[in-house]
C-alpha cells in the first residue's frame, strides 16, 4: 500500500488540465523509464509506453488529465470570470479552492444576493485576493488554467485527495509495468491519454496508431 501512496505523491499533485497535462506527463515518464523500453509522446500529448514483445499487442490507457476552469476576463474589483474545462456543475464549484500553474490560489465565489434558483456560472467568480483588475493581471492572465487544490491525506488505509479519477488508474499503470518480467510474450503499450476530461479525445488515436 505504501507504495501506491508514494506513487501517488509524485503524480497526484501534478498540474494537470486537459489540454495541459505537461507536468503529469514529466512525472510518468520519469517513472516509467525505469521498466520499459520505449517511451513516446504523440501529437495530442498522449505518453506512449511500449514494453516489446513478438506477440499480440496488448494496450492498457488511463487518462492524465482533470478537470478545472480556464480565465476568460478579469472585472475591474480583480474577480476573475471563467469557464469550464471538462464537465463540471456550478453548483460544485462555490467555495472550492482551485490553483493556477504560476501558483496562484483562489476560492470560487458568487455575485451576493444572487437568488439560489437564478444562480449559474455566470454568477460565479475566482477570487485571489487582488486590489483591483491591474492587481490581478499581475498574477493571472486571461488563458490561464486552473485546478481543484485540496490536501491530499491518508486515513486508515485509505488514501483521499483530488483527482483520483483518473491519477489512481495512472498510479496502478505503473504498478503494473513494475511488475513485468524482463521478456514479455506480448508487445505491450501502456498509454497515458490526453484530453479524456473534454471529450475523450486521446485515447482514440493512441488506439488507432497502436493498431
Known sequence: MSKVF???NEVG???G???REDAVREAIAAIAGEYIDDVTTDALGNLICRKKGSGKKVLFAAHMDSIGVVATYIDEKGFIRFSQVGGL????LINIQIRFANGTRGVISFEEKTPWREMTQGNLF?????KDKEDAERMVRVGDFAVFEAQPFTQNGVLCGPYLDNRIGCVTLLLAMEQLPETVPNDVYFVFTAQEEVGLRGAGPAAY???
Open 6 to 8: 508514494d506513487l501517488w
Open 13 to 15: 499533485g501534478a498540474f
Open 17 to 19: 488540465p486537459s489540454g
Open 89 to 92: 456543475s456550478w453548483s460544485d
Open 126 to 130: 475566482i477570487d485571489i485576493g487582488a
Open 209 to 211: 496508431a497502436i493498431q
